[in-house]
């Protein structure tokens, strides 16, 4: 079961990945197109020899997949996080502390960098999660906060859409799927 949810996070990626390789393909179609118009022969045939490129790029996606099938069971996934409990209140025990939050560590191999990395997930009243405020499980939210760094302590940011040192918001199966592309090629 877990082979399987890992295989289908993993082909979402490969996807993603193709996805993108046939809009390029498709922009140097265009370039072909132009440049023919032009008779700008040669701009044409090295758009070409780009295209056998990219198709060589799909090629090795396919036969990546097919070569990663038995050591996908060892992706690591939302369920592999360690989590602390949030902070008790310390003048009423039955209560949590004005900014508890569950917090999840993991740290994983970076294969795109070459490198160790942790990532944080953090949800609870301080944090950019849905709810926010303290439930009875980490489970329970809807979505997270994830921050990731280097040994160094260096805040990577290359995996979001924006610039900010943390993702805002962000449910089980995009972190799911961004620790699949942190971990495989």
């Known amino acids: 079961m877990k082979q399987d949810k890992n295989l289908c996070q993993v082909i979402?990626?490969?996807?993603?990945?193709?996805?993108?390789?046939e809009r390029q393909i498709n922009l140097e179609i265009t370039g072909i197109e132009s440049a023919i118009k032009r008779k700008s022969y040669s701009i044409a045939?090295?758009?070409i020899d780009r295209i056998d490129?990219?198709?060589d790029e799909i090629r090795?996606?396919?036969?990546?997949?097919?070569?990663?099938?038995?050591?996908?069971s060892s992706i690591k996934t939302f369920k592999d996080f360690a989590w602390t409990e949030p902070e008790k209140s310390k003048t009423?025990?039955?209560k949590y502390h004005e900014f508890a939050n569950w917090n999840g560590l993991l740290k994983v191999y970076d294969v795109n960098k070459s490198q160790e990395v942790t990532i944080s997930i953090v949800a609870g009243y301080g944090?950019?999660?849905?709810?926010?405020?303290?439930?009875n499980s980490y489970n329970d939210y809807l979505s997270?906060?994830?921050?990731?760094?280097?040994?160094?302590?260096?805040?990577?940011t290359d995996y979001f859409d924006n610039d900010e040192s943390v993702c805002s918001y962000k449910d089980v199966k995009f972190i799911n799927n961004l620790l699949t592309k942190i971990q495989l090629k």
């Open 60 to 72: 090795d996606l396919h036969n990546y997949l097919i070569n990663t099938n038995n050591c996908i």
């Open 144 to 156: 997270y906060e994830i921050c990731i760094w280097d040994d160094k302590d260096e805040i990577i």
């Open 12 to 21: 979402d990626v490969i996807k993603d990945k193709i996805k993108n390789i």
């Open 92 to 94: 009423d025990s039955n």
């Open 127 to 135: 944090a950019y999660s849905e709810p926010r405020k303290v439930l």
């Open 53 to 55: 490129e990219l198709n």
């Open 45 to 47: 045939h090295s758009k």
